[in-house]
């Protein structure tokens, strides 16, 4: 099945665009709610970092530079050992930046942790909500469950103060303008008093 517009029946239980859309809806709502935002960078760089402050940092530091001026990080100059591993008395120094999750990108920064007990560290900035259901399957049994699975188009709905800055634009921009051509999959399993979504 397929459509382009989101309808909404009088019955919960229907599987149609609206009742598949008030689902995944639903769900995002309550991601926020429990601090998971659905808009996050695609490759965000890895702070807090020590760059050397010479030629050889400066790739580097042309990366985690806009992060600073998006208000995410705070970048100070510092003398340290060469050998951050180093025991001796005088160890030899060297001039480095350090960049450093501002009060703002503490926020911004979200955790996930896997079923396996892995880590992944998020930037995230915003959030969405359906735009448009492309197509949804039609229902299956699966495990016990009444199950479709749901392919839809978001549409951005908030994006974070610093995203709007021009050092936040820099940085996520492009990213914002693209989501909303993105196509997303979606599960939805029929409950007893409707559908319940969950992403995939």
Known sequence: MS??????????????????????????EKSEKAGKMSLCMKNPARIPDDVSAGA????????????????LATRHEAMKPVNSYSYSRNPPMHQVVEYKPSAVGQSA?????????????KLCYGSFRVSQI???????????YRVSQVRWIPRVSSVAD???????????????????????????ALTSTGWEAGMQ
Not at 109 to 121: A, L, S, Y
């Open 3 to 28: 459509a382009t517009l989101i309808s909404c029946g009088s019955d919960p239980k229907a599987a149609n665009n609206g009742n598949f859309a008030h689902a995944i809806d639903t769900f995002l």
């Open 56 to 71: 050889d940092g400066a790739a580097r530091r042309a990366i985690l530079d806009p992060y600073v001026r998006a208000g």
């Open 109 to 121: 920064i979200q955790t996930e942790t896997n079923m396996f007990g892995g880590r992944t560290i």
């Open 134 to 144: 492309v197509n949804f399957t039609e229902p299956a049994d699966v495990n016990g």
């Open 162 to 188: 610093w995203a709007k800055t021009d050092g936040g634009k820099a940085l996520v921009g492009a990213e914002i303008t693209s989501a909303e051509h993105d196509e997303l999959n979606a599960i939805a």
